[in-house]
């Protein structure tokens, strides 16, 4: 089993619409959780950290549920240019290790 | 916000040949910086920690003879692929942990070599 999992996608909207994301992850002992947006051939950047009360910022709400250690993004009113890929990301360890999703490849059409 | 470097941006090498890698922390001190290489599709994988004046830590499964890395400073890590072969093509990102006392540990992320071995 992966340590995190997520739908690869491509998840394919028109401008406007919602979306919404979603990830698991194995290690119980994991500490803190992210989502990063990543555009084609560049770094990762960070997105929002995700909290476990969950946590909005503009168009973007997170989602954490520890029991079942499931992490979800929703995207409100899509624009064109969140377009890109979106990693969840799970830290845990001594040495705060980032471990990566594959991403959820997002498109979103005029 | 903290800004790493990486270069080169990318490289084409022979097979056989050595490339070496550099990530800077532009304007803050990292006493770990990470070094990570993503396949086409796949997800960022984790190759090594590295601290500033001791041995990097890596991975399982990563060759550490063959990933060179050194940080012999705070703000400049290396990592070196040896004896390059096309199937370490790949991209590689660094990032930079800020040395924050009591955390929060925020990494930052350079802009990633893209290696291609002919």
């Known amino acids: 089993r992966k340590e995190v999992e997520q739908d690869p996608g491509p998840f394919n909207v028109p401008e406007g619409a919602t979306v919404a994301f979603n990830c698991t992850y194995s290690n119980s002992a994991s500490q803190s959780f992210f989502w990063y947006r990543q555009d084609c051939r560049k770094e990762p950047k960070l997105l929002m950290s995700?909290?476990?009360s969950g946590n909005e910022d503009g168009r973007f709400t997170a989602q954490l549920n520890r029991a079942s250690q499931y992490i979800s993004l929703l995207i409100r009113d899509s624009k064109l240019s969140d377009s890109a890929t979106y990693l969840c990301v799970v830290k845990w360890g001594g040495f705060q290790k980032l471990v990566f999703g594959t991403g959820t490849r997002l498109l979103v059409s005029p | 916000g903290a800004v790493v470097s990486q270069h080169p941006s990318w490289v084409i090498c022979k097979s056989g040949t050595s490339v070496k890698i550099e990530c800077r922390s532009l304007?803050?001190?990292?006493?770990?910086m990470f070094w990570y290489r993503q396949f086409p599709k796949q997800s960022l994988m984790l190759m090594a920690t590295?601290?500033?004046?001791?041995?990097?830590?890596?991975e399982q499964g990563v060759e550490k003879d063959k990933f060179l890395i050194n940080h012999a400073s705070l703000t400049l890590s290396t990592l070196t692929v040896t004896s390059a072969h096309p199937e370490d093509s790949s991209f590689y990102i660094c990032?930079?942990?800020?040395?924050?006392?009591?955390?929060?540990?925020?990494?930052?992320f350079g802009p990633g070599t893209r290696l291609t071995v002919t």
């Open positions: 304007d803050f001190q990292a006493t770990t």
């Open positions: 995700v909290y476990s």
């Open positions: 990032s930079a942990r800020e040395a924050l006392a009591g955390g929060p540990y925020e990494q930052y």
């Open positions: 590295s601290n500033e004046g001791s041995k990097a830590t890596y």
